[in-house]
């Protein structure tokens, strides 16, 4: 139970006894009343969680009062969905708790103050004409203002007008002026409301929404999946369905994969539904996020756009959600508790009678896989919005390069394709997945590569001079010579963002560059002031990583460069040539979405891989039924679930022995399924191993993975594997469960 009061102290939950008349009807989730404080005063409570016995003596257990009737609350249906999370993911219930309730913690409201006159005309000219013969220039300054403007914001007449407190307290007691204060919300967005022109729906896209519409009138809230080609104005159909919520007096969420999308997103929704459409992402103050929460609760604003966070924003009348580029890695959180946007999406709508809409060009195979069992509704866009065609793919081998003497980062065609571009006064954007100034630091002698102290991973090179490691932070001057053999051939792998920034200065010295990544996005406003920036054609070329091929819409973009499609297939992990295909699809389509037609060059070692032939061909069903195939063969999820269960302690020995006893629990279970003979396919538990980085700020890192067809039996091992640790006094390291993780341990 937690109590409905905003203060530290009583953040925590909280044990009642169940009266027997309500023991059937009560569940997570509901508002209840109960005696609280010495006075046993009576308020507001939420059940978080049932349980059949406590520590706390049964005799000193407070009873509750009543359930309380009504509509429930979107605090109410936020409750039950953490209570979901917990049992679905696992984590805490006070860790599900903390990820779908807003802060508790109370941020001072802000402030409207504004100085008003308090004197007629002719009072007011008196009193300019005594303040100019007194010399009183700060008097005589704001009242020469307020004759023209009566009322007057605080921050003007302090900060611009340079008017002193002591003067402005003057005023005030001669009776000239009054202070009137009163409080306001912080809004995040800062946008003109010049309205766009409305856009004409295909006759797709129209036969979309109008299907979409009818079948939640008819009751089917199944969820859809809009699978677009790059440019079908997927985000048009998103309008179109959530203008019609709001003609039904429904409010709505826009989940968008990263903040970088937010610019782009925001003003073209804000240009259609005007200063009811709000934002919430990471970037926000405590304060702007606690308003918007409040504006949304008392149905001031219609729309909230964001990323994973966004769908905790506490809507009472919420009916759609909206997943853009469904299939980002983004969705999937990363802490406890590890879930997934999609399928939390789907169980907040169940709770509240809602929709969810999703798209993406490439989307993930879970899925695409449920569409094609019917468990979502399918529909298909194929054709660009604006009639053009898909950009033309030209795939590079930098085998055939190096052998025919190319040894730069470019390949000819793609030197030639930007020289091209820059004469025609057209753009382009060249992606790599990749940070910084180099990839690692390596001696080219022994082949001794330089590594973070504190986590197994290399560190990169950074402009400065500086090697920096990505994890932890951590960084150090660059070598000089090497410190296992004292060889001077101590040297980066050149191929970061920084370095691309360089060598293009040096072959097209006119050119106007922007780089975006990691490093240039570090500040509140940075992504708006790029992505502005190029989209009013203030540079030539876009360099950068992932975050610059997810769903951007630049007109005069003709051209993309991939300068190293590969890299991505290198990873140690399942999902490598799904990330590639998608990656690849998602860069080649920022091409030619205007009226020109548009190119990309993909430049890659292995130009035969399957991930690089379908994307090349923008082939999704080419490439689905292929990687599926090896999905089916070792049990990868969306054929089968994993559960990750992963273990972490300073001292090694610890971590390794709390992740031993996990994999014999969960081995123990699948053979007792096995015995049982359930007709389900086997159990699989791989492990205990050391993650794939195996340290991490000292802190060491196992891991177990159980493979079954059936989620439930991998709820079990959890559930198994938690209740073994509660019963440990001192429990092996720390634990934490991922369900069909999307990264590798």
Not at 158 to 163: G, V, Y
Not at 237 to 250: A, N, P, Q, R
């Amino acid at each position: 139970m937690i109590v409905d009061i905003s203060h530290e102290k009583v953040d925590r939950p909280f044990t009642y006894r169940i009266p027997e008349e309500i023991a059937r009807r009560l569940r997570p989730g509901m508002r209840v009343q109960i005696p609280f404080g010495a006075g046993n005063t009576l308020r507001t409570g939420y059940v978080t969680e049932l349980v059949r016995e406590t520590s706390y003596p049964a005799d000193r257990l407070k009873q509750i009062a009543a359930i309380l009737p009504g509509e429930e609350e979107p605090e109410q249906k936020m409750i039950a969905l953490a209570a979901w999370m917990k049992e679905h993911y696992g984590s805490t219930m006070i860790q599900a708790l903390k990820t779908v309730l807003p802060a508790r913690r109370k941020v001072a409201r802000k402030e409207k103050k504004e100085v008003c006159l308090a004197l007629d005309s002719k009072e007011a000219a008196a009193a300019l004409q005594e303040y100019e013969r007194k010399h009183q220039a700060a008097k005589a300054r704001l009242m020469r203002e307020l004759i023209e403007e009566p009322v007057l914001p605080w921050e003007l007449v302090t900060k611009k007008l340079c008017i002193p407190a002591s003067t402005l307290k003057s005023l005030g007691t001669a009776g000239a002026i009054r202070v009137t204060k009163a409080d306001c919300y912080r809004n995040p967005v800062k946008l003109s409301p010049a309205a766009a022109a409305r856009k004409k729906l295909s006759s797709a896209q129209e036969q979309i929404v109008r299907q979409m519409m009818q079948g939640w009138e008819e009751g089917d809230l199944r969820p859809s999946l809009i699978h677009g080609i790059t440019g079908s104005g997927k985000t048009e159909v998103y309008l179109s369905l959530i203008e019609g919520m709001i003609k039904k007096g429904k409010q709505a969420i826009f989940l968008i994969p990263e903040i970088a999308l937010t610019y782009q997103t925001l003003l073209r929704i804000y240009q259609k539904f005007g200063d009811r459409v709000s934002v919430m992402n990471s970037s926000l103050s405590p304060g702007e996020k606690q308003d918007q929460c409040l504006r949304a609760r008392n149905g001031q604003i219609d729309v909230i756009i964001g990323p994973r966070s966004a769908l905790f924003v506490p809507f009472p009348r919420l009916g759609l959600i909206v997943i853009d580029e469904e299939h980002e890695t983004s969705y999937k959180s990363e802490t406890m508790p590890k879930y997934h946007a999609r399928e939390t999406a789907v169980e907040l709508a169940r709770l509240n009678g809602a929709a969810v809409v999703m798209g993406s060009a490439t989307p993930s195979l879970e899925a695409y896989s449920r569409a094609k069992s019917g468990e979502y509704r399918l529909f298909t866009l194929k054709e660009r919005m604006n009639g053009g065609c898909l950009p033309r793919i030209y795939v590079e081998d930098l085998r055939r390069e190096l052998r025919e003497g190319n040894r730069t980062i470019f390949s000819r065609r793609l030197q030639d394709a930007l020289r091209e571009r820059l004469e025609k006064g057209e753009q382009s954007m060249l992606f790599l997945n990749r940070r910084g100034y180099a990839g690692f630091v390596s001696c080219r002698a022994c082949g001794y590569v330089c590594k973070c102290p504190h986590c197994d991973v290399s560190l990169s090179e950074h402009r400065g001079g500086r090697l920096v490691c990505h994890y932890c932070g951590y960084a150090q001057p660059a070598l000089r010579r090497c410190p296992s053999c004292g060889s001077p051939y101590i040297l980066g792998f050149k191929a970061g963002t920084e370095q691309i920034e360089e060598q293009l200065g040096r072959f097209y010295p006119n050119a106007r560059v922007l780089r975006m990544d990691g490093d240039t996005t570090r500040t509140k406003d940075s992504y708006e002031r790029i992505l502005s920036a190029f989209s009013n054609r203030e540079a030539d070329i876009l360099v950068g990583t992932q975050m610059i091929v997810k769903g951007h819409d630049f007109p005069n973009v003709t051209l993309v460069g991939v300068l190293a499609a590969d890299l991505s297939l290198s990873v140690s992990d399942y999902r490598a040539g799904e990330r590639t295909f998608q990656l690849l699809t998602q860069a080649a389509g920022r091409a030619g979405r205007g009226s020109r037609p548009g190119e990309v060059v993909i430049q890659t070692y292995q130009p035969d891989h399957y991930s690089i032939r379908y994307a090349a061909g923008q082939d999704y069903e080419g490439f689905y039924r292929e990687e599926m195939v090896y999905r089916r063969l070792m049990s990868y999820p969306p054929a089968a679930h994993i559960l990750a269960i992963q273990l972490a302690c300073e001292q090694e020995e610890t971590a390794m022995e709390g992740a031993r006893e996990a994999a014999l629990l969960a081995r123990r279970l699948a053979q007792r399924w096995e015995d049982e003979k359930d007709g389900t396919q086997k159990t699989v538990v791989i492990g205990p191993a050391p993650a794939f980085i195996s340290k991490i700020n000292d802190i060491y890192r196992y891991g177990v993975y159980v493979k079954s067809r059936d989620y439930g039996k991998l709820t079990a091992v959890k559930n198994a594997v938690e209740t073994l640790r509660s019963r440990q006094e001192k429990p092996k390291g720390s634990c934490q469960f991922d369900f069909d993780p999307v990264h590798t341990y």
